[in-house]
Nanobody, 127 residues
Framework: QEPLVESGGGSVQAGGSLRLSCAAS????????LAWFRRVPGGDREGVAV????????SYADSVKGRFTISVDKAANTLYLQMTSLVPEDTAMYYC????????????????????WGQGTQVTVSS
């Protein structure tokens, strides 16, 4: 597969919106989970949102539920994360990731199950 490549990060004021994209050629077949993770300096990677490319089932971290939306355009081989109502606590490096494993719902936002990672895109939210 081609490498995962994120884009769309930037700086925004609290309350604003951003849309992250991830070029995911080879990963949008119905055998992968595609997810977004984030990490602040010195922190652990946090699972933000995941989509099952088999049936488009989605799951979200409680901290972003109702504000973020994950989606995939299989024709364009692109994963998206639409982020709205951003708060300073959303400031982090955001990564897209892919897993070919069969994951139970409880495991889908755990980074240990993802073998393929992009380089990340920085999101900074100012108050």
């Amino acid at each position: 597969q081609e490498p995962l490549v994120e884009s769309g990060g930037g700086s925004v004021q609290a309350g604003g919106s951003l849309r992250l994209s991830c070029a995911a050629s080879g990963y949008t077949t119905s055998t992968y989970f595609l997810a977004w993770f984030r990490r602040v300096p010195g922190g652990d990677r946090e699972g933000v949102a995941v989509i099952d490319t088999k049936d488009d089932t989605t799951s979200y971290a409680d901290s972003v539920k109702g504000r973020f939306t994950i989606s995939v355009d299989k024709a364009a081989n692109t994963l998206y994360l639409q982020m709205t109502s951003l708060v300073p606590e959303d400031t982090a490096m955001y990564y897209c990731a892919a897993s070919s494993l069969t994951l139970r719902r409880v495991s889908r936002l755990r980074d240990v199950y993802y073998a393929y990672w992009g380089q990340g895109t920085q999101v900074t939210v100012s108050s």
